[in-house]
Structure formats: structure tokens, C-alpha cells
């Protein structure tokens, strides 16, 4: 069974950077898709960024319009751990931020379609202040 952690979350002021961390365990194939999710309370969960693994090189990258320029996704196969590297932080960042796999590549016409994704992490708190 897969299973997800996340950790690297925290406080920090705007222009501040953090760098999450999803820690994967149960995995048995090179070839997935890593995604980041965010939600604040009251509303949808919201893609943030997708990687896809295709043996062992990365093969496609996706990014939300709010995050692009300041967050980057990446993997590291041997430690089957992604990452989200955030910098130039806004408030309107703020929210629990989620990993979520699926086997396979990233579904290209609509990476961030909660549906597509089969595990998931409990999350991890970001909190940016102005």
C-alpha cells in the first residue's frame, strides 16, 4: 500500500521561502505521477503543481498560474521523495498543502482533477504573513 507524508511546513513572511517535502513509501513502479494540492477551509481543494516519472528520468512538469515563476516541483527517484520549493511567498499562499499520487503519467488534459489521484497525504500547514 502507498503511503504519503508530508512535512516542511511553517510560518514565514511574505518573500519568505519553504521547501515541502513528500516522503513515498509502497512504491513498486518508476513510473507515476506526483501532484500538489492546497486547500484553505471553505473551499476547493486546488492544484498547485504535477511532476510526471517515467523510469528514471522526469518527463513533464505543470504549475498553476498563481504558483508559476516561484514554486518548482521536483523528484528524487532513489529517496521516492518530491518536493515543492516555494519562494517569493504571498499571504494568499496560505493553506494546507497535500501530496497525491497516481500510477501512470499525469493525465495531460486535466493534471489537477482530484479523481485521477489514488493516495494522498494528510498534509502539511503553510502559513504566509504579511
Known amino acids: 500500500q502507498v503511503q504519503l507524508v508530508e512535512s516542511g511546513g511553517g510560518s514565514v513572511q511574505s518573500g519568505g521561502s519553504l521547501r515541502l517535502s513528500c516522503a513515498a513509501s509502497g512504491i513498486y513502479s518508476a513510473h507515476y505521477c506526483m501532484g500538489w494540492f492546497r486547500q484553505v477551509p471553505g473551499k476547493e481543494r486546488e492544484g498547485v503543481a504535477t511532476?510526471?516519472?517515467?523510469?528514471?528520468?522526469?518527463?513533464?512538469?505543470t504549475y498553476a498560474d498563481s504558483v508559476k515563476g516561484r514554486f518548482t516541483i521536483s523528484l528524487d527517484n532513489a529517496k521516492n521523495t518530491g518536493y515543492l520549493q516555494m519562494n517569493n511567498l504571498k499571504p494568499e499562499d496560505t493553506a494546507m498543502y497535500y501530496c497525491?499520487?497516481?500510477?501512470?503519467?499525469?493525465?495531460?488534459?486535466?493534471?489537477?482533477?482530484?479523481?485521477?489521484?489514488?493516495?494522498w497525504g494528510r498534509g502539511t500547514q503553510v502559513t504566509v504573513s504579511s
Open positions: 511532476i510526471d516519472i517515467d523510469g528514471e528520468s522526469t518527463s513533464y512538469t
Open positions: 497525491a499520487m497516481r500510477w501512470g503519467l499525469c493525465v495531460a488534459s486535466n493534471p489537477y482533477d482530484r479523481r485521477f489521484y489514488d493516495y
